[in-house]
């Protein structure tokens, strides 16, 4: 199994180019399922959970085709099954974003239920109630989601209890192909929920209140191929970002866009960062300086982001000071906490709340990922701390950082991709 090894202890520097966001990309895909006619979809990350949707699209019959640009159009016409197997929904909990699709083009489905999760038990209601809402006749038998409508959904006034991203996406696009006007209220406006919309109403679709908390569709009889290009990965940006931050580095991103990172760029900026951005790059210096400690709770867009709470959990560990974290989305998205006590961090878990008081200096360890920013956390403190950190169990990254590693050695990182690491690896990333 891969491991990192990192050789901790110097600041980042450099310049990179962000990818293509994750979150974007795989509704996207899924919305293929939708199209009469082939769609394009441009700066698809190379990511392990992009594979696995072009591999479940791919078993439904669905034909891909990679261009010179590297840009990846899809066919749906050829579509033969329409189920999803639990094989890889177990692996991948966003596979869950067939089934609008799915039903609404085709009026059947047959989608897993994902199972456990590392962060939280994440539930699938908010999308079974909201297509029930919409005329689907839903039964749930041996771990699956059977799925049926007899002739088109019928648009529905739909109150989402929780925001949910996902949950948004399966029931917009479930609604552009109904018959009549559908309206979500509490809907999540994550930047990659827009860009989903961006790209539903270039297929055709007519979907208004975009980027705001109500969403009307009204719904057409078909939608079309179109080409499109996924927004930057705002997640990947931040991570990167407080790398330069904990490290006491400076780093130039690229192809990003700061304007959907407010409540990240403001917590780096309370914790000693100078960032100046351009309309498509970010750049931030810590000027060399120890970051300070900063308090942040996590919500739904705009707040601060839950996909970003583990990497500033790794800052407040070097912080000057204390800090309190507080998760509002997931009830288990701490499990980075005991690695992170591993590598001399004090903090103090309660309930929620991580407080943290910050350590001058982490010391490397042997430590294990669990989840996709846990893993990312782990990695951001390893190249914090003195000595070697081997992070094991990284698979979980590989699902939603393109190149990590390459990435960092552009940033000057001692970072290395071992299976099995001998004591020469160790001292070889000492460069
Ligand atoms: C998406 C993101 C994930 C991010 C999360 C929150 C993708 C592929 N993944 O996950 O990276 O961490 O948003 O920003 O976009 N809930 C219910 N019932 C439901 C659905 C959700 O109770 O039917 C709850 C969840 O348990 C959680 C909260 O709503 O407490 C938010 O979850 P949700 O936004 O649905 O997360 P995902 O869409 O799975």
Known sequence: MDKLLIAGGTPINGEIRIS??????????????????????????????????????????????????????????????????????????????????????????????????????????????????????????????????????RGAKILMDQVSVTGTENLIMAATLANGVTIIENAACEPEVTDLIHLLNKMGAEITGVGTTTLTVEGVSTLNGTKYTVLPDRIETGTYLTAGALTGGKVKLKNTDPKILDAVLLKLEEAGAEIDTGVDWIYLDMKGKRPKAVDVCTAPYPAFPTDMQAQFTALNAVAEGSGAITETIFENRFMHVQELQRMGAEINLRGNTAVTKGVKNLTGAPVMATDLRASACLVLAGLAAQGTTIVDRIYHIDRGYECIEEKLQNLGANIKRVSNYTVSDIYSIYG
């Open 20 to 153: 293509g966001a994750k979150n974007a990309t795989l509704p996207m895909l899924a919305a293929a399922l939708l199209a009469s006619t082939p769609i394009e979809i441009c700066n698809i990350p190379h990511l392990q959970d992009v594979t696995t949707t072009i591999e479940l699209l791919g078993l439904m019959g669905a034909v891909f085709t990679v261009n010179d640009d590297l840009n990846i159009q899809i066919d749906t016409s050829t579509l033969t099954q329409f189920s999803a197997p639990y094989e890889l929904v177990k692996t991948m909990r966003a596979s869950i974003l067939v089934l609008g699709p799915l039903l609404a083009r085709y009026g059947k489905a047959d989608v897993s239920l994902p199972g456990g999760c590392a962060i939280g038990s994440r539930p699938i209601n908010l999308h079974i109630h909201g297509l029930q809402a919409m005329g689907a006749d839903i039964t749930i038998k041996n771990g699956y989601i059977h799925a049926r409508t007899h002739g088109r959904l």
